[in-house]
């Protein structure tokens, strides 16, 4: 009778999931293509010639015309949309028009730095908002320590809205310019992280220790824990086995949100600590008016953010199969 019982809601489950993983994958297709849309369109809208202004008007017409026809910009508008996609896919992000040098080995050389500055600082923040989160529920639990639980949002409320690269000035100043205890600039060695990786992690940390813990108070409410400490279970059976991974579902959706955010605020970070990243490599394309190489940039981090999101739902959904409720 049981199994009879169990076997259809598992049935149900799994092909709510399915339902669910299609209808995200669809969204994604639909995303990937406003996004590859939006960003063919940034040359252009542009007025004017973006190869005469990135090249300015001493450079001769035929030395102007020859890198336009190495963009593919003297094609009609439909076939450089088509190349544009298939560039995509065959890994051909198009040619700087400063450089001349192909845009994918551009961004090639530049990525594993921003990375190796996004990833870290994803990293620590998962690492002390999550304990820090439920070591402030354990002590602020049943309306215990006012004064430490408001000092605890106050403080975070306020440190978590402040933007990274205002803490990376604050760094810079403080441990390099006064007491020059570390690096402010360049990428060398592992103490040139330290003031980069903080000021990217700093916000994400209290934000999110601040929902891990309003999460983790709600759990130790519910009925099964009130169960849990019937039955004289150790405190940190009751945090590790039952508060923190039904507290993980809000966590893990908000920790995806903050990693597509930290790959975007690398921008400014880099440019502050003068990392050669992408970051850096973008605000030159700007400034230089390497449209191709803005272009390509401007894709990736958007494509990074849809994708982030995107495996979010899907782990969320395999974790906590009632999040799909909602969505059929």
Known sequence: MTTEVLAPSRAVISNRWVRFAFRRLGRLIVSVWVVVTAAFAIIHLIP?????????????????????????????????????????????????????????DIIGYQLPATLSLALPAFLVAIGLAIPLGVTMAVITRNGRARRTELGFVGTSVVMGTIPD???????????G????????????????????????????????????????LAVLRTDYVRTARAKRLANWQIYTKHALPNAITATLTLAGMLLATMCISTVFV??????????????????????????????IYALAVIIINTVVDLVLAIIDPRSTVSEG
């Open 165 to 175: 690269f205002i803490y990376g000035i604050i760094f810079i100043a403080l441990f």
């Open 270 to 299: 880099e440019n502050i600590f003068a990392w050669p990243g992408l970051g850096q490599t973008i605000v030159g394309a700007i400034t230089s008016k390497d449209y191709p190489v803005a272009q390509a940039i401007i894709l």
């Open 48 to 104: 004017g010639d973006p190869v005469r202004a990135a090249m300015g008007m001493t450079v001769s017409p035929e030395i102007v015309e020859a890198r336009r026809e190495l963009l593919g910009l003297n094609l009609p508008l439909w076939e450089q949309y088509l190349r544009f996609w298939r560039g995509l896919f065959t890994g051909d992000l198009g040619t700087s028009i400063m450089t001349g040098l192909p845009v994918g």
């Open 177 to 216: 310019v006064s007491l020059h205890w570390l690096p402010v600039a360049g990428r060398r060695g592992f103490t040139s992280y330290i003031l980069p990786v903080v000021a990217l992690a700093i916000a994400p940390i209290l934000v999110l220790a601040r929902i891990v813990r309003v999460e983790v």
